[in-house]
């Protein structure tokens, strides 16, 4: 991982900018394509196209967009759909706080640049082991991402439009698919595989007897309820330690 205070190597030439780039569109055009199931997702759950693309444009994090739109098509109320898409979405935040240190872009470009930081914008600059070839991941990765999601949306919305009834052809599953297609990589450790799993358990345990869009903010739960049995299990060997 790259460290905050990285600086431009003099040495840094093309051959290993090229590889930068190339891992960077090879992640934004994986998970670009992705937007045509949330354009049909979206049509499905009742947006128009316009509604649709505005939000692929304006709110671009996927997950959080995904979970809104569920949240409606399982007949949610607005707020309570929107809230749990909010809390999905507040993860950025902190990857925020990570990248401003390592990209140190000029203060005029940092709100602009703030609506790349994403899942995969992040992952492929703290990937860098420079600041050249981290601003290079998030710049290339953010930008094809944004292009291609925001492309693909439309088409999606379109095609649902054209197609009519999505849960006839099955497509009302593509929205959960793809979701759970892009976080299933990203449990690497025993701890969010552990939140992943409560976090399931909870929605699902949850959701014939709620309003559809509370299971979500319920199964949000499963992070403080693991980190706080983690952060007792740690004190407590501490404690054992020093006896």
């Known amino acids: 991982m790259a460290e905050a205070g990285a600086v431009v190597e003099p040495g840094s030439g093309a051959a290993p900018d090229r590889a930068v780039v190339r891992d960077a569109l090879g992640v934004g055009v994986a998970v670009g394509l992705s937007g045509f199931a949330f354009g049909v997702t979206s049509a499905g759950a009742g947006l128009s196209a316009l509604q649709t693309c505005a939000l692929s444009l304006l709110v671009f994090t996927g997950a959080s967009q995904f979970a809104l739109v569920g949240a409606l098509a399982g007949g949610g109320n607005p707020f309570t ?106 449990l690497r450790t025993t701890t969010e595989r552990a939140v992943a799993g409560i976090a399931v358990v909870l929605g699902l345990g949850f959701l014939p007897v709620l309003p559809a869009g509370v299971p979500v903010l319920v199964a949000a739960l499963a992070a403080p309820a693991v980190l706080w049995l983690q952060g007792r299990r740690t004190g407590a060997g501490r404690k054992g330690a020093r006896r």
Do not use: K
């Open 81 to 186: 759909a929107a809230a749990g898409a909010f809390f999905l979405g507040t993860r950025n935040a902190f990857y925020g706080l990570r990248l401003s240190q390592l990209l140190a872009l000029p203060r005029f470009v940092r709100p602009f640049a703030a609506h790349w930081v994403i899942d995969e914008t992040a992952a492929v600059s703290l990937a860098q082991s420079s600041r050249r070839a981290a601003r290079i991941g998030f710049t290339v990765t953010g930008l094809t991402l944004y292009m291609l999601w925001n492309l693909t949306t439309l088409l999606g919305a379109l095609g649902a439009e054209a197609i009519g009834d999505t849960d006839a052809w099955g497509l009302d599953a593509a929205g959960p698919a793809v979701f759970l297609a892009l976080l299933a990589p990203m």
